[in-house]
């Protein structure tokens, strides 16, 4: 193996942006292992598109289980000899009313947006900082920007993300680790097409457009991991991560605004259900 390519640990890989993340990383000579909580829908992604099995593992990961991590982190390095990247992708959303949530909703949101994220965090770090060196990429979303009504608890599981990654950052770097915390707006993935069922998160949709997978891809592997300075925080469309992280300064401005941008983003909606 040459000793220029790294070994990265993706989360959430069975689709959307992991799926993708993987394939890209697989396709320029680097050393991936694919995980998630569905291995069926995973190992046929992977056979289907030949990955090398001498530089892939796919394994299966509940990220909400401590000890599954450090058993996928342990092999991964066993295997490949260290740890250079983990990015943290998984995730989940349930658009609802907040008091029409049922605990295990709310549970699950907790447990895999923000546990699963701390988890896999602290396990990487704890073969990072023995090497000296490592970057965690911690995917947040424009829901851990500002607060978006109709995902309130996706949105309190997005903001911990973002809080606990820029602290943690600090941490970390002065042992050669680095902690960055990426936010895209809405893309289009299977988790989106999830909820275009729900006219609750509507606001989602008022973005523009969709981005796509390759385009956050694109973003993740040039903008965050690409650059030397190593980034603490990374939104895309950075314009509109700016505009959303001014709104946040001044909640009460949402009350206004907010329904606006609802009735727009249901418009849209509508569109693509074909209504």
């Given at each position: 193996?040459?000793?220029?390519q790294q070994t990265y640990v993706i989360t959430g890989?069975?689709?959307?942006?992991?799926?993708?993340?993987?394939?890209?990383?697989?396709?320029?000579?680097?050393?991936?292992?694919?995980?998630?909580?569905?291995?069926?829908?995973?190992?046929?992604?992977?056979?289907?598109?030949?990955?090398?099995?001498?530089?892939?593992?796919?394994?299966?990961?509940?990220?909400?289980?401590?000890?599954?991590?450090?058993?996928?982190?342990?092999?991964?390095?066993?295997?490949?000899?260290?740890?250079?990247?983990?990015?943290?992708?998984?995730?989940?959303?349930?658009?609802?009313?907040?008091?029409?949530?049922?605990?295990?909703?709310?549970?699950?949101?907790?447990?895999?947006?923000?546990?699963?994220?701390?988890?896999?965090?602290?396990?990487?770090?704890?073969?990072?900082?023995?090497?000296?060196?490592?970057?965690?990429?911690?995917?947040?979303?424009?829901?851990?920007?500002?607060?978006?009504?109709?995902?309130?608890?996706?949105?309190?599981?997005?903001?911990?993300?973002?809080?606990?990654?820029?602290?943690?950052?600090?941490?970390?770097?002065?042992?050669?680790?680095?902690?960055?915390?990426?936010?895209?707006?809405?893309?289009?993935?299977?988790?989106?097409?999830?909820?275009?069922?729900?006219?609750?998160?509507?606001?989602?949709?008022?973005?523009?457009?969709?981005?796509?997978?390759?385009?956050?891809?694109?973003?993740?592997?040039?903008?965050?991991?690409?650059?030397?300075?190593?980034?603490?925080?990374?939104?895309?469309?950075?314009?509109?991560?700016?505009?959303?992280?001014?709104?946040?300064?001044?909640?009460?401005?949402?009350?206004?605004?907010?329904?606006?941008?609802?009735?727009?983003?249901?418009?849209?909606?509508?569109?693509?259900?074909?209504?």
């Amino acid at each position: 193996m040459a000793d220029d390519q790294q070994t990265y640990v993706i989360t959430g890989a069975a689709s959307g942006i992991g799926w993708c993340l993987a394939d890209v990383l697989v396709a320029r000579g680097e050393r991936v292992v694919a995980t998630d909580i569905d291995l069926t829908a995973l190992a046929e992604h992977a056979e289907a598109n030949a990955w090398p099995a001498e530089r892939t593992l796919v394994r299966q990961l509940d990220v909400r289980d401590p000890k599954a991590w450090a058993q996928v982190l342990a092999e991964a390095v066993d295997t490949f000899g260290n740890l250079d990247v983990l990015i943290n992708n998984a995730g989940y959303v349930q658009p609802a009313m907040f008091q029409e949530l049922d605990p295990d909703q709310v549970h699950r949101h907790i447990d895999v947006n923000t546990k699963g994220v701390i988890f896999g965090t602290q396990a990487a770090a704890r073969v990072m900082v023995p090497q000296g060196r490592g970057h965690i990429i911690n995917v947040g979303s424009f829901a851990a920007l500002a607060p978006i009504p109709g995902i309130a608890v996706y949105t309190g599981s997005k903001y911990a993300v973002r809080g606990f990654s820029l602290a943690v950052a600090h941490e970390l770097r002065p042992f050669g680790v680095y902690v960055s915390v990426f936010s895209p707006e809405s893309v289009q993935t299977p988790m989106l097409d999830r909820e275009k069922q729900y006219d609750e998160g509507a606001i989602v949709f008022a973005a523009p457009r969709l981005l796509t997978v390759d385009e956050v891809a694109g973003v993740i592997l040039d903008r965050v991991l690409g650059r030397r300075r190593r980034p603490l925080e990374v939104y895309q469309p950075r314009h509109r991560g700016i505009l959303l992280r001014l709104a946040d300064l001044f909640p009460r401005f949402g009350l206004w605004v907010f329904p606006m941008i609802r009735r727009r983003g249901l418009a849209r909606l509508q569109k693509l259900r074909g209504q």
